[in-house]
T-cell receptor, first 110, second 114 residues
Framework: EDQVTQSPEALRLQEGESSSLNCSYT??????LFWYRQDPGKGPEFLFT???AGEEKEKERLKATLTKKESFLHITAPKPEDSATYLC???????????FGTGTKLQVIP | DTEVTQTPKHLVMGMTNKKSLKCEQH?????MYWYKQKAKKPPELMFV???????INESVPSRFSPECPNSSLLNLHLHALQPEDSALYLC?????????????FGPGTRLTVT
């Protein structure tokens, strides 16, 4: 069975304190990974798609990387507005069925 | 424009009611999805429509009935729900063919079953 595991479950950072979130996966026929941000009571907001090991993508203070077993979301000098739950999701053959991880809840303290 | 809209934002219904959730997108996507999300859990796939045909049904109880009347609209008809069906219901859309398959989500409908 496909599995996507995120760690840590929760992370509390001071403003400006950089860190990384981890997403490890065991997915048969993996085609890629999505990263999403979700604010409380709202729908997930698309951030990145990573298709192959070694790929990196950046957006403002966020950088996502992918290896053969895991993906990292690096947050550089975070601000309070970066506080949210970050979800990774794998997709395999057929592309439409994604497997979500349980998310990392990030809190950035001013 | 990457907007997916959902109505209503909130819905309270009794166990004997019939109601519908609506979703609309104008991105030209031909795949549309319904997800259920409980508090502090990830979204859980319910249904997928591809080119207006049901392609995935994740063994969802028959009290949930999806409908895709055209390529821009997706409905979820609700009947005889249980209190445990209370959740955030999310609609998403994506390309059905090509290179990019990222799903764009709507804001969700917060459903409470009393």
């Amino acid at each position: 069975e496909d599995q996507v595991t995120q760690s840590p479950e929760a992370l509390r950072l001071q403003e400006g304190e950089s860190s990384s979130l981890n997403c490890s996966y065991t997915v048969s026929g993996l085609r890629g990974l999505f990263w999403y941000r979700q604010d409380p009571g709202k729908g997930p907001e698309f951030l990145f798609t990573l298709y192959s090991a070694g790929e990196e993508k950046e957006k403002e203070r966020l950088k996502a990387t992918l290896t053969k077993k895991e993906s990292f979301l690096h947050i550089t000098a975070p601000k309070p507005e970066d506080s949210a739950t970050y979800l990774c999701a794998s997709f395999a053959e057929g592309y439409q069925k994604v497997t979500f991880g349980t998310g990392t809840k990030l809190q950035v303290i001013p | 424009d990457t907007e997916v809209t959902q109505t209503p934002k909130h819905l309270v219904m009794g166990m004997t009611n019939k109601k519908s959730l609506k979703c609309e997108q104008h991105m030209g996507h031909r795949a549309m999805y319904w997800y259920k999300q409980k508090a502090k859990k990830p979204p859980e796939l319910m249904f997928v429509y591809s080119y207006e045909k049901l392609s995935i049904n994740e063994s969802v109880p028959s009290r949930f009935s999806p409908e895709c009347p055209n390529s821009s609209l997706l409905n979820l008809h609700l009947h005889a729900l249980q209190p445990e069906d209370s959740a955030l219901y999310l609609c998403a859309s994506s390309q059905a063919r090509g290179f990019s398959y990222e799903q764009y989500f709507g804001p969700g409908t917060r459903l409470t079953v009393t």
